[in-house]
């Protein structure tokens, strides 16, 4: 357990001292959230949908910790290019633990950046309808933090050096991501991309976070929990696996 | 304390001509208590036999025993006996001296009371206390080398392992850090097991030696016994009567990459 909360203070730790990286990566969701979120409000607004800002909040929140949490269990390459992968592998306790640490640190500094994101998101202008709701809104941040830092850390230890990390943002993240329906609403989509969207665990997790923001959910709570707890033991098993035949 | 019977490691399909052996036999004894060194040229298998020895790697054939366990069957047993330094760096730059240390303790599963009072013992030892606050990344070389040393001794191990440690090191510190070495295995018996590119270095610290090149020990016994086997009148001309002359860079890296290609076409596997 000792070995677990050690690795994971870890992980705190080095989140807590990149003050720059976290305004850094606040950044990103404040972009979206401003120019889209005004940019496309007329729109919104006009084909009776409501505040496209209240719409997309939720959507941006989820990014916030797809993207700290699936870099997070990525950092494993940088430990591995420092050298410090080496001292935790050596060292006399089951690589299991070292990944449970690991990936459940990286789930918790996702948890604190989508908090952040959403007091910047409240700051613009957005209001949760229901605040009650608020408690099911950050289990959903956690589950989506879980579900991708243990997937995270699976690509992390599969990949030898940052060559490949450009493959993996542009094939796998942005496209998690564009079709997550973070950015639209999943109702009345082409067949195709209803198909591609339901195959998305992200779009569960916004699915849910909008349910607990403002209402709107496409497939109901049940669905989304289930699905998302479904695929966080599933990208564990699969992390733990693929870390534990990390060679030097 | 390490045990090593016909100890063989090939990269690649032993079977394809391709296949590189990188150890060849080799069999060593070093008991316990005692300084050994390690010694070929680039590229002659000291840090595969190193990784061999700690778990990192498992052989092609032959035995190994750390304190009489096989690393393949009890790693985790072996790892609590023997720390190491690695040839490249392996600490967090972004956590301070002291939580470096820490952490090593919390892995090593040393108990809270003595890892507090050994953390203080091995900074003040390798004279990095005063800067135990500091985040490692500020460190220089050096500092960092000695940082690695004592935290490779904070479990109290009965091994430890030096794959060249002075790399890239002043004159001074390698002094300091080779006179910290002796002082540890005098006070607290560790048996030390280090290679070097530095014949000198070896030559002092080191009671005995073994000369390692393409894979197989070519000598070993004490550094007199080896002047005298090749009538050099040091270890370095020993070391190049042994090992010839030419440089052996590029047929390092040809085996590295050749490695590299083993690994990637056989999914990783060992």
Redesign the interface.
């Known amino acids: 357990m000792?070995?677990i909360y050690?690795?994971w203070l870890?992980e705190i730790?080095?989140y807590l001292?990149?003050r720059a990286q976290i305004i850094g990566s606040l950044a990103q969701p404040l972009l979206y959230l401003l120019v889209l979120g005004f940019g496309f409000g007329a729109v919104f607004q006009q084909a009776g949908q409501g505040s496209y800002l209240q719409f997309v909040a939720p959507g941006v929140i989820a990014m916030g910790v797809l993207f700290t949490s699936i870099f997070s269990g990525i950092g494993l390459l940088w430990d591995r290019q420092?050298?410090?992968?080496?001292?935790?592998?050596?060292?006399?306790?089951?690589r299991l633990q070292i990944m449970a640490g690991r990936t459940l640190g990286g789930a918790t500094i996702a948890l604190i950046q989508g908090s952040l994101v959403l007091v910047v998101c409240m700051l613009v202008g957005f209001r949760p309808e229901n605040w009650a709701a608020v408690p099911i809104a950050l289990m959903f941040m956690a589950l989506i933090a879980v579900v991708f830092a243990a997937l995270g850390t699976a690509i992390g230890s599969t990949l030898k050096d940052m060559q490949g990390f450009q493959l993996i943002m542009n094939f796998l993240i942005m496209p998690i991501f564009f079709l997550s329906g973070a950015l639209f609403p999943l109702s009345n989509l082409p067949t195709a991309l209803t198909v591609a969207t339901r195959l998305d665990p992200l779009a569960y997790g916004v699915d849910g976070l909008r349910g607990a923001f403002i209402g709107i959910s496409t497939m109901g709570f049940g669905v989304d929990i289930s699905v998302l707890a479904v695929l966080s033991a599933l990208f564990l098993v699969l992390g733990a696996w693929a870390f534990s035949?990390i060679?030097? | 304390m390490i045990e090593a019977q016909g100890l063989s490691k090939v990269f690649g399909d032993p079977k394809s001509d391709k296949a590189v052996r990188a150890v060849d036999d080799v069999s060593f004894t070093v008991k316990g208590g005692e300084i050994f060194a390690f010694l070929g040229p680039n590229g002659a298998g000291k840090t595969t036999t190193i990784?061999m020895l700690?778990?990192?790697l498992r052989p092609t054939s032959g035995t190994v025993r750390i304190d009489g366990l096989d690393p393949g069957e009890k790693?985790?047993?072996v790892?609590?006996r023997f720390g190491?330094v690695?040839q490249?760096?392996?600490?967090?730059?972004?956590?301070t001296a002291y939580?470096n240390m820490?952490?090593?303790g919390?892995?090593?599963?040393v108990p809270r009371k003595v890892r507090a009072e050994r953390i203080e013992l091995l900074l003040k030892l390798f004279e990095l206390w005063d800067r135990r606050d500091s985040?490692v990344k500020t460190f220089s070389g050096g500092m960092r080398r000695r940082l690695e040393i004592s935290r490779g001794l904070l479990h109290t191990p009965k091994i430890l392992f030096l794959d060249e440690p002075t790399l890239g090191l002043d004159p001074q510190s390698r002094n300091q850090l080779w006179t910290h070495v002796k002082h540890l295995n005098t006070t607290e018996g560790v048996t030390v097991f280090l290679t070097t590119h530095y014949m000198d270095e070896a030559e002092k610290a080191a009671q005995r030696v073994a000369i390692i090149d393409h894979g197989r020990i070519v000598a070993q016994g004490t550094a007199d016994e080896l002047k005298q086997q090749t009538g050099a009148d040091s270890l370095e001309g020993a070391f190049l009567k042994l090992t010839g002359t030419t440089i052996r860079d590029e047929r390092s890296s040809a085996a590295d990459a050749m490695r590299q290609m083993a690994?990637m076409w056989q999914g990783?596997r060992?």
């Open positions: 000792n070995v050690v690795l870890r730790k080095r001292r990149s420092f050298g410090f992968l080496k001292e935790t592998l050596v060292a006399p306790v089951p035949r060679q030097l | 990784q700690t778990t990192l790693p985790l047993e790892r609590k190491i690695f490249d760096p392996s600490l967090d730059g972004e956590l939580e820490e952490l090593h919390v892995l090593y599963h985040l690994k990783g060992r």
